[in-house]
């Protein structure tokens, strides 16, 4: 639906848009002209081939790059993410691939990496260790994560422990859009299992969440929609209880289109 539908219909505008980006690297475009909407309260899966810009336009959403052309809208504003301190200011979080934690540094002090809590003001504030440590067991409580002791190092816990804290610290910061990259890779079945099951917390929360993934397995038990990269444009996005491997898998080998009509279900027509 374009935005001049949407706001004739009177509908909410979309929580965060990406509106014609396009990035260019040498020029290779990694991402051309897409614009892709994320409704609060969805599960957006992005996936693709190698190569099909998936991480490229995520890092735009993150503000870990700025788009050549285009721009990003959050609640139908038009904003433009310098940092990506710029985007979590607004409660974009994103775990990347490779979780950005802290091997040697404990559990509580990963959640508040950056953004420790103070007794008293000014330089000579000392760390309210007890305040961070109860707020670690907390938020690992309600996300249901279960782990030896907060005060473990986190380079001796195990892959899916480590995804989870690096979740559970995203959450905790007031998170409104989460995006995760890959976050099931080269986990086991079980840590794996633990992981979807996280996620789909989240998603009952109402937590708009968006999800890298080249498992399709995953990808259609936890999301609600589908967005299908190739060759750095959007092939076409789906509602996932309205498409099946197959026709991803087309999409994905450039073997089927998305039809005009596709727009409804989230991308803008233009």
């Known amino acids: ?18 509106r014609g980006v396009s990035k260019a690297y040498g020029g290779v475009h990694a991402v051309e002209d897409v614009t892709l909407e994320f409704p609060a309260g969805t599960v957006t899966a992005v ?8 991480t490229t336009l995520i890092k735009i959403l993150a503000g870990v790059i ?9 609640d139908g504003r038009a904003v433009r993410f310098p940092t990506p301190a710029a985007a979590r200011a607004i409660g974009i979080e994103t775990v990347h691939q490779d979780l950005s934690l802290a091997d040697h540094r404990d559990v509580v ?20 260790k007890r305040r961070m440590q109860q707020e670690t067991i907390r938020v690992l409580d309600e996300l249901n994560v279960m782990i030896p002791s907060v005060r473990q190092q986190v380079r001796r ?13 995203a959450v905790h910061w007031g998170s409104r859009i989460l995006i995760m990259d890959e976050p099931m890779a080269a986990l086991g ?3 794996a299992k633990r992981v979807s099951e996280l ?21 259609f038990r936890l999301s609600t929609r589908i967005a299908v990269m190739r060759l750095g444009r959007l092939a076409g996005l789906r509602e996932t209880e309205r498409t099946n491997h197959e026709e991803i898998v087309r999409m994905v080998a450039g ?16």
């Open 109 to 128: 002090e990963n959640l508040f990496i950056g953004r420790e809590v103070a007794r008293g003001s000014g330089p000579m504030g000392l760390l309210d």
């Open 199 to 219: 996620v789909a917390a989240l998603a009952a929360r109402g937590l708009t969440q968006i999800i890298v993934s080249h498992n399709l397995d995953h990808v």
């Open 66 to 74: 700025q788009p050549d052309e285009g721009h990003l809208e959050v």
């Open 157 to 169: 816990l195990s892959g899916g422990q480590r995804q989870a804290i690096a979740i559970g610290r």
């Open 189 to 191: 079945l079980q840590e």
């Open 1 to 18: 639906m374009s935005r001049a539908a949407t706001a004739e219909a009177g509908a909410a505008p979309p929580l965060l848009a990406a």
């Open 255 to 270: 073997l089927a289109s998305a039809p005009a009509a596709e727009s409804r279900h989230g991308a803008a027509a233009g």
């Open 47 to 54: 996936v693709g081939d190698n190569g099909a810009g998936k």
